[in-house]
Structures are given as structure tokens and as C-alpha cells.
Nanobody, 126 residues
């Protein structure tokens, strides 16, 4: 059974930082593109960041230079370091996976990524 458990969300002031974690289990080698997507109320989901099996990363233009995605294969955990947070970053963040057969990118994850957990809420507000 596939499980993804997100944690680390919360309320933070503009300019602040948060670190999200995603504990993964039950995956086969097929879903080798992993990352984070987000969805704000009334908006479509966005691919935030992706990382493939070789740790090659990709970011949505709106977070580039502010967020860093990483993975610890020994712990089966995915991370998202979020710095210089803006109010427009407020959303529910989900860990997501998809097959990397046709490439791994934040864009593909936003379109094809499957989410398995409940997500974690990020609110950026003063």
C-alpha cells in the first residue's frame, strides 16, 4: 500500500521559512518522479518542485531561487525547504508522484502527479 505523509506546514510571516517533509512507503520503481504540488482555494493545482531518481531537480518559476527540494533515500523521505515565503505561497501542499518515463519536471508533476496523503497547509500572513 502506497503511503505519503506530509508534515511541516503552518502559519509563517512573509519572508519567513518552513521545511516540509514527506515520509514515503510502499512505492515500486515505476513512480520515480516525486515532488510537491500545491493548490490554493479557487485555483488549479501547481507543480512546485520535482526530483527524479538521480536527484535532478526542477522548480516552478514562481518558487525558483526560494525553494529547494531534496530527498533522503535512506529514510524514504522527501523535503521542501521554503525560504522567502510570500502570501501567494499560501496553499495546501501535497507530496506527489508520477512515472518519469517521459521526463520528470514540476510541470509534469502538476498535471499528472498523484497525491496519496492529506497534504499540509501553508499560510503566509502577517
Amino acid at each position: 500500500e502506497v503511503q505519503l505523509v506530509e508534515s511541516g506546514g503552518g502559519l509563517v510571516q512573509p519572508g519567513g521559512s518552513l521545511r516540509l517533509s514527506c515520509a514515503a512507503s510502499g512505492f515500486t520503481g515505476r513512480d520515480d518522479c516525486m515532488g510537491w504540488i500545491r493548490q490554493a482555494p479557487g485555483k488549479g493545482r501547481e507543480g512546485v518542485a520535482s526530483i527524479d531518481r538521480n536527484s535532478k531537480t526542477d522548480y516552478g518559476y514562481f518558487v525558483r531561487g526560494r525553494f529547494i527540494i531534496s530527498r533522503d533515500n535512506n529514510k524514504n523521505t522527501l523535503y521542501l525547504q521554503m525560504d522567502s515565503l510570500k502570501p501567494e505561497d499560501s496553499a495546501m501542499y501535497y507530496c506527489a508522484t508520477t512515472a518519469g518515463t517521459f521526463g520528470c519536471s514540476s510541470g509534469r508533476l502538476g498535471i499528472y502527479g498523484r497525491t496519496w496523503g492529506q497534504g499540509t497547509q501553508i499560510t503566509v500572513s502577517s
